[in-house]
């Protein structure tokens, strides 16, 4: 995991030359410990307040640029921009200055993470991980243009995938550099002169490569690109000349997802969404970051009668019911609610119903995640956003609101789980799981949930509870921990009972029998228990069970097994075992 403060493009770092800022204090406030990143015009460093002592990034332009009139007005237009937004999805910048050398330098949040860029790197993003990136990205982008800021940059290297200290904590997605942003309240002076074109040709919008006034519309499309990226993993315009690539944004039609990622599925809504975001007329856009988001939401929720129709057996009667109480609702109601939402029902209330009476056990793999009903969509987006800026007492107000409103759903009482293991209160958080497994089956393969399960498994007083959950509620989802366990956890109990359960839930093969075998010869308490290993390993054929064997017969012929201690009850066994095995 790397260090990111600042979106500048990273160059590999001079080692020769010892960095002059380094070990200095600038501004007697900010503590210079190392460089983590360079660009064209500044270098970013981590530091340390003195007084404080809290770390920080800090961002120095370059000596010769800090002399240009207009690079120096850009500059400062950037900590403008950032002391008037306070979002949790924009990076917090805190001070300006100029170093008593004469660089200009900007103070900003320290994060750990990775640039959606360097995600991208490794290739496209489910459908559910692109949408969720993006509707942070949107959710700051709506913060900053109510307070008249437009990035006019927004491109991966500018997302920032923010982790907290505690790896239970999810990420946060921050925007970064708003350098090039522009204040548009009347009045302003404006930076740019004549036709000058600022932001990145890949990403930027028609009216920004032509030259014209970008407004919070180009933000749109920018962030459109993004998302048609992380889709897809490539670019909806690509070419050697940069210049072509904005000739491209003006003219040329995004390629349809079946062009450009042909091996991928991905929903044909979602498609239309990117496409209305990626219009070359600016009035045929979104017009706001929040329309682009609700746009997002629908898109999601349409999505769902396709999903319920590919579902073995059950998913065109799911359908079949859906429609005939859509069409039997009154026309006042149905006005309002689109076809959409009868998935909802179909997937939400009929889906249950259908694998209630088909008993959905945990050794069958894990139903598709259950769409929050629409009820619950902005209740839990405010839950989730109090957690992600740490606001936790906020949160733990709205979850109890919910759970009072709706006892039953098992995505709050999933989401009281998180806060629990996020407010270090472990046993409670475990009992909210248990509770939202019951209600929800769909949670089981949730990736938060088994972090904060099996980081249990090791604890004196809640790890047998932690292991129960995993093969009574989690089931296959968490077959690799189980096998892990059953072939060396040096707890008979745990290995005997996660070998138990693998053999039901089909990962007995990860399991190293001879290893788990031969913990229960050495650990066994009684004659019974060491004789049943023995046979155990004989039954594995495995060349491997023979040392353990053999230092088990060696115990039988020591000073204890003279006196019918240790493994003399067992050496007859021992013998027939070796001798099965060829030894």
């Given amino acids: 995991?790397?260090?990111?403060?600042?979106?500048?493009?990273?160059?590999?770092?001079?080692?020769?030359?010892?960095?002059?800022?380094?070990?200095?204090?600038?501004?007697?406030?900010?503590?210079?410990?190392?460089?983590?990143?360079?660009?064209?015009?500044?270098?970013?460093?981590?530091?340390?307040?003195?007084?404080?002592?809290?770390?920080?990034?800090?961002?120095?332009?370059?000596?010769?640029?800090?002399?240009?009139?207009?690079?120096?007005?850009?500059?400062?237009?950037?900590?403008?921009?950032?002391?008037?937004?306070?979002?949790?999805?924009?990076?917090?910048?805190?001070?300006?200055?100029?170093?008593?050398?004469?660089?200009?330098?900007?103070?900003?949040?320290?994060?750990?993470?990775?640039?959606?860029?360097?995600?991208?790197?490794?290739?496209?993003?489910?459908?559910?991980?692109?949408?969720?990136?993006?509707?942070?990205?949107?959710?700051?982008?709506?913060?900053?243009?109510?307070?008249?800021?437009?990035?006019?940059?927004?491109?991966?290297?500018?997302?920032?995938?923010?982790?907290?200290?505690?790896?239970?904590?999810?990420?946060?997605?921050?925007?970064?550099?708003?350098?090039?942003?522009?204040?548009?309240?009347?009045?302003?002076?404006?930076?740019?002169?004549?036709a000058m074109v600022f932001g990145t040709p890949s990403y930027m919008s028609p009216e920004q490569a032509t030259a014209q006034d970008a407004d919070a519309r180009s933000d749109i499309y920018s962030c459109g690109v993004m998302l048609y990226e992380m889709l897809t993993g490539r670019k909806p315009f690509m070419a050697d000349d940069m210049v072509k690539v904005m000739a491209m944004q003006v003219t040329a039609s995004p390629p349809s997802f079946d062009t450009a990622a042909p091996d991928r599925d991905i929903p044909a809504g979602l498609e239309a969404v990117v496409m209305r975001a990626l219009e070359k007329d600016r009035v045929r856009r979104f017009q706001s970051a929040a329309e682009f988001r609700d746009a997002l939401e629908r898109a999601q929720v349409s999505g769902l009668l396709a999903l319920v129709q590919r579902l073995p057996s059950v998913g065109p009667k799911l359908v079949t019911v859906g429609r005939r109480w859509y069409s039997r609702l009154p026309w006042n109601t149905r006005r309002w609610m689109p076809l959409g939402a009868v998935a909802f029902v179909a997937v939400v209330v009929l889906l249950p119903m259908v694998c209630a009476r088909e008993g959905a056990a945990p050794t069958a793999n894990p139903p598709r995640p259950r769409a929050v009903e629409p009820a619950l969509q902005q209740p839990v987006k405010k839950i989730e956003e109090a957690m992600s800026r740490g606001a936790l007492a906020e949160a733990r107000m709205l979850t109890m609101q919910q759970i009072s409103a709706h006892p039953d759903n098992g995505r709050i009482r999933y989401l009281l789980g998180n806060l629990e293991f996020a407010e270090r209160n472990p046993a409670a958080g475990?009992?909210?799981?248990?509770?939202?497994?019951?209600?929800?089956?769909?949670?089981?393969?949730?990736?938060?949930?088994?972090?904060?399960?099996?980081?249990?498994?090791?604890?004196?007083?809640?790890?047998?509870?932690?292991?129960?959950?995993?093969?009574?509620?989690?089931?296959?989802?968490?077959?690799?921990?189980?096998?892990?366990?059953?072939?060396?956890?040096?707890?008979?109990?745990?290995?005997?009972?996660?070998?138990?359960?693998?053999?039901?839930?089909?990962?007995?093969?990860?399991?190293?029998?001879?290893?788990?075998?031969?913990?229960?010869?050495?650990?066994?308490?009684?004659?019974?228990?060491?004789?049943?290993?023995?046979?155990?390993?004989?039954?594995?054929?495995?060349?491997?069970?023979?040392?353990?064997?053999?230092?088990?017969?060696?115990?039988?012929?020591?000073?204890?097994?003279?006196?019918?201690?240790?493994n003399s009850c067992i050496r007859k066994d021992i013998e027939v075992a070796l001798k099965d095995l060829g030894a």
Wanted: aromatic letters at 4%; glycine letters at 8%; one cysteine or more.
């Fill in 430 to 566: 475990l009992a909210a799981y248990d509770e939202a497994l019951k209600r929800d089956a769909s949670l089981r393969g949730d990736q938060a949930l088994l972090v904060n399960v099996t980081g249990l498994l090791n604890d004196r007083k809640l790890g047998r509870g932690a292991l129960d959950l995993l093969i009574q509620r989690v089931g296959k989802p968490a077959a690799a921990k189980l096998a892990q366990l059953g072939t060396d956890d040096k707890r008979p109990d745990f290995r005997q009972a996660a070998r138990q359960a693998c053999t039901k839930l089909d990962c007995d093969k990860q399991i190293d029998l001879v290893t788990s075998y031969a913990l229960d010869l050495q650990q066994g308490r009684t004659c019974d228990e060491r004789r049943e290993a023995v046979q155990s390993l004989a039954a594995t054929k495995d060349s491997r069970a023979i040392e353990p064997l053999k230092k088990a017969r060696r115990a039988a012929s020591g000073l204890a097994g003279l006196f019918g201690g240790g």
């Fill in 1 to 194: 995991m790397s260090d990111h403060a600042s979106p500048l493009p990273s160059t590999q770092l001079a080692t020769s030359v010892p960095d002059p800022f380094v070990g200095t204090v600038i501004s007697e406030r900010y503590r210079i410990v190392e460089r983590i990143g360079e660009g064209g015009m500044g270098a970013v460093y981590r530091a340390e307040h003195v007084l404080m002592k809290k770390t920080l990034a800090v961002k120095v332009l370059h000596a010769e640029l800090s002399s240009i009139e207009e690079v120096v007005r850009r500059f400062e237009r950037e900590a403008m921009s950032a002391s008037r937004l306070n979002h949790p999805n924009i990076i917090a910048v805190t001070d300006f200055g100029r170093a008593a050398s004469g660089e200009l330098f900007l103070v900003m949040e320290h994060l750990k993470g990775e640039a959606l860029a360097d995600r991208l790197a490794r290739g496209p993003l489910a459908p559910r991980a692109a949408v969720d990136i993006v509707r942070h990205v949107l959710l700051g982008l709506e913060h900053a243009h109510a307070q008249g800021v437009v990035h006019r940059d927004l491109k991966p290297a500018n997302v920032m995938l923010a982790r907290y200290a505690d790896p239970r904590m999810p990420e946060v997605v921050k925007l970064l550099d708003f350098g090039i942003a522009k204040l548009s309240e009347a009045g302003d002076a404006k930076i740019t002169q004549g």
